[in-house]
């Protein structure tokens, strides 16, 4: 059985960071490209960053320069670090895990549960 979870999630202020981890099971990590997708209230979902397998990275433009994604896959593990947070990054997060190399497509194999990030201003 396929699990991700998300931790690290909570309340910060504006101009400040946040680290989300989040850890998979079930599935050969190091063979997935993985994700991170947001959600905010009565918005659609919209992606933010992608790591390949290999650790080639992309981003949103709302994000760049600002959020960092790695990967552990010693600890099959993908962060988001998240600097600089904006009110309007506000937002249920969640990460995804993919075979197949299409960042910002929405269509991924797995999907963790979500953490809630709330920026205050």
């Known amino acids: 059985q396929v699990q991700l979870v998300e931790s690290g999630g909570g309340l910060v202020q504006a101009g400040g960071s946040l680290r989300l981890s989040c850890v998979a099971s079930?599935?050969?990590?190091?063979?997935?490209?993985m994700g991170w997708f947001r959600q905010a209230p009565g918005k659609e979902r919209e992606f933010v960053a992608a790591?390949?397998?290999?650790?080639?990275?992309y981003y949103a433009d709302s994000v760049k320069g600002r959020f960092t994604i790695s990967r552990d896959n010693a600890k099959n593990t993908v962060y988001l670090q998240m600097n600089s947070l904006k009110p309007e990054d506000t937002a249920v997060y969640y990460c995804?895990?993919?075979?197949?190399?299409?960042?910002?497509?929405?269509?991924?194999?797995?999907w963790g549960q979500g953490t809630q990030v709330t920026v205050s201003s």
């Open positions: 995804a895990g993919s075979t197949r190399w299409a960042p910002g497509d929405g269509a991924y194999d797995y």
């Open positions: 079930g599935l050969s990590f190091s063979n997935y490209h």
């Open positions: 790591i390949s397998w290999r650790s080639s990275t």
